[in-house]
């Protein structure tokens, strides 16, 4: 799962490298954009969180026969879904941009590369979907084989379509929103063979499909709130890169390339989250709730241990790290200064990725998305608005925001898993 998170992760970084060659305002719009995949991202991970949950708690059950019929229903979720952000993407995608009040060439940009992602978002629905039911049934390793796969494919074809290497058309950030959709078009058809070939843990049949209406509101009932979590946090992630917006192309940009970063960061710790998560699930399905407590805690110590290094190595480093995007010299100090206080978070982000996956994969969905929801829309957007506007820290404000909301939100992530009521949730 590290390795999965982190490839994915990875790649982000390395189509934000190659956006950085076509200037700021590429870098600006990409960022927007993708903020807004984000949010329909979030949405499709809090469903996932009911099928992960269930999934999880039959194999622990030794009922497989119940777990095949979770994917298969949790694959018509995702075609519905698929299909609504599809037309989306079609219609929707300039309306969206223009909310933003860019630059007139951010927002063009931005726009090409939205339209181009949502319009193919059908088949991330469905790799999403096959990434975290391998994952749940206790079969990382065959989804990362199929990452492995992927990503190199997408990071070698991304500099070709993006800068028009070799015989290929310039395409700009469309060319990165097209390697995007035909890298998760790849993993949609290989894992779907997988799964109707039973060359994994779980095994669909045409039956496992068939919609099931008290089935699927059984996974719903599950992902709603961690959906409701999932797009309070990208709306709010929104409004605070919005509040980045009237101090610049330079800070916007900034900002844009420090979340890659830590996205590579977070998504990487989070691998051993999700792991955990799986063990809670499967752990109370066989009746073992101080065996899930335990795997959680152990989670989050190695999590720790590996954000103190990665924090280390950015604040060593981080003039290098920044300059791979981007050298212009605004830009590039304003971001030094970004990563620097960012870091000054990581030891809450530990505690909140672990916790919250693991609370969620018993079920417990409702309390992550209070404790997430308070954390971001009652601490860290007013006091970003707060610090940005009246204080002196001027742009830095939002940035501490967001740490210190993180530092509140961990010690309300410790003390409900402590308190383990998430051990008996039935599901």
Request: hydrophobic share 55%.
């Amino acid at each position: 799962m590290i390795v999965l998170n982190a490839l994915y992760s990875g790649n982000l970084i390395l189509e934000m490298i190659w956006v950085g060659q076509l200037g700021a305002a590429s870098i600006a719009g990409v960022g927007i954009g993708g903020f807004v995949v984000l949010l329909v991202i979030a949405v499709k991970q809090g469903f996932g969180a009911g099928e992960r949950a269930l999934i999880a708690r039959f194999i622990g059950a030794g009922d497989v026969a119940s777990a095949n019929h979770t994917l298969g229903q949790a694959f018509v979720i995702s075609a519905i879904y698929g299909a609504l952000i599809t037309l989306i993407g079609i219609f929707l995608s300039g309306p969206i941009l223009s909310l933003f009040s860019l630059s007139p060439d951010a927002t063009a940009e931005g726009m090409l590369y939205l339209r181009m992602v949502l319009i193919g978002w059908f088949t991330e629905a469905f790799w999403m979907t096959s990434l975290s039911s391998m994952q749940a049934s206790g079969d990382p390793v065959t989804a990362m084989k199929v990452a492995i796969f992927l990503r190199i494919a997408n990071a070698a074809l991304c500099p070709f379509l993006v800068l028009g290497w070799w015989i290929f058309p310039r395409l700009g950030v469309t060319g990165a929103g097209l390697t995007y959709v035909i890298a998760t078009g790849l993993g949609m058809v290989i894992t779907i063979w997988i799964f109707f070939t039973g060359r994994t843990r779980l095994k669909l049949t045409l039956k496992d499909i068939r919609p099931d209406p008290g089935f699927l509101w059984r996974i719903l009932r599950i992902g709603i709130p961690a959906s409701v979590m999932g797009v309070g946090k990208a709306f709010g992630d929104l409004i605070l890169t919005g509040l980045m917006i009237p101090f610049g192309t330079m800070a916007l940009a900034g900002h844009n390339l420090i979340a890659r970063i830590e996205s590579f960061v977070n998504m990487s710790a989070m691998g051993l989250g999700n792991g955990a998560s799986v063990l809670v699930g499967q752990n109370l399905g066989v009746r073992q709730p101080d065996r899930a407590s335990r795997s959680g805690w152990l989670a989050l110590g190695l999590v720790e241990g590996f954000m103190i290094v990665c924090g280390t190595v950015l604040l060593i480093w981080s003039g290098n790290i920044i300059s791979i995007f981007n050298v212009e010299p605004e830009l590039l100090k304003l971001a030094v200064d970004f990563l620097r206080i960012a870091v000054a978070g990581y030891l809450g982000i530990a505690v909140i990725n672990v916790m919250q996956v693991c609370i969620s994969g018993s079920g417990d969905t409702l309390p992550p998305m209070i404790i997430s929801m308070s954390m971001l829309w009652a601490i860290q957007l007013p006091l970003a608005f707060v610090l940005s506007r009246f204080s002196s820290l001027g742009v830095l404000g939002v940035r501490w925001a967001i740490v210190i909301g993180f530092a509140l939100g961990a010690v309300a992530y410790l003390i409900y898993f402590r308190l383990g009521r998430w051990k008996r949730k039935k599901v």
